[in-house]
């Protein structure tokens, strides 16, 4: 199985804030890595597509990069409602699999 | 708009059978580029894939190696809708189970994968 690694497992930061979450495969996925939100309570909810395809309706200011191993979401700018945890997902195999999250918290 | 809307108990009796449905609205369960996934949370596992249907002219099943002898899902076209079944529950099958449709795209001469939506969760707990 493919293992995915994200960090940090936490953040806090303010509005405004430009914030980058890293997601590490244990091997090689080239580029099929998605990205989701998920507000507490709520299900997840899909990001970013395929490492840097914004799905539709997803505000510009989230993006994603990377391949391989190694992938990126940035916020360019906080806002609001961007507080919530994040979660990698790879779709190079299954069964597919799933970071650990990273928290995005209110400085 | 795809939507996905779960039903099922929230309380399962240990050795125990979990049952839970999805009911589809503006898609097919038999969409050839869709497959159907249930997905569970826990604190201790993290979001945990269980398994999926699909139908490419026939239908087909995957299930995660953690619970493949112990899990069943089922389309049923009839009511465009698909189940989950897990026996001999445990405590540690507590968990939030989200049923999700995983979207196939063909592009850029790969096949793409990505799941959305998800359905609204349900809390179960397995207890006695």
């Known amino acids: 199985d493919v293992q995915l690694t994200q960090s940090p497992s936490s953040l806090s930061a303010s509005v405004g804030d430009r914030v980058t979450i890293t997601c590490r495969a244990s091997?090689?996925?080239?580029?099929?890595l998605n990205w989701y939100q998920q507000k507490s309570g709520k299900a997840p909810n899909l990001l970013i597509y395929?490492?840097?395809s914004l799905q539709s309706g997803v505000p510009p200011r989230f993006s994603g990069s990377g391949s391989g191993t190694d992938f990126t979401l940035t916020i360019s700018s906080l806002q609001p409602e961007d507080f919530a945890t994040y979660y990698c997902?790879?779709?190079?195999?299954?069964?597919?699999?799933f970071g650990h999250g990273t928290k995005v918290e209110i400085k | 708009q795809v939507q996905l809307q779960q039903s099922g108990p929230g309380l399962v009796k240990p050795s125990q059978t979990l049952s839970l449905t999805c009911a589809i609205s503006?898609?097919?369960?038999?969409?050839?580029?869709?497959?159907w996934n249930w997905i569970r949370q826990s604190p201790s596992r993290g979001l945990e894939w269980l398994g999926r249907?699909?139908?490419?002219?026939?239908?087909?099943?995957d299930y995660a190696l953690s619970v493949k002898s112990r899990i069943t899902i089922n389309p049923d076209t009839s009511k465009n809708q698909f189940s989950l079944q897990l026996n001999s529950v445990t405590p540690e099958d507590t968990a939030v189970y989200y049923c999700?449709?995983?979207?196939?795209?063909?592009?850029?001469?790969?096949?793409?994968?990505?799941?959305?939506?998800w359905g609204q969760g349900t809390l179960v707990t397995v207890s006695s």
């Open positions: 999700a449709r995983e979207v196939e795209y063909y592009g850029s001469a790969t096949y793409l994968h990505w799941i959305d939506p």
């Open positions: 503006g898609d097919s369960v038999a969409s050839n580029g869709a497959a």
């Open positions: 249907t699909y139908y490419r002219s026939k239908w087909y099943n």
């Open positions: 091997q090689s996925i080239t580029g099929f």
């Open positions: 395929a490492a840097s």
């Open positions: 997902q790879q779709s190079y195999s299954t069964p597919w699999t």
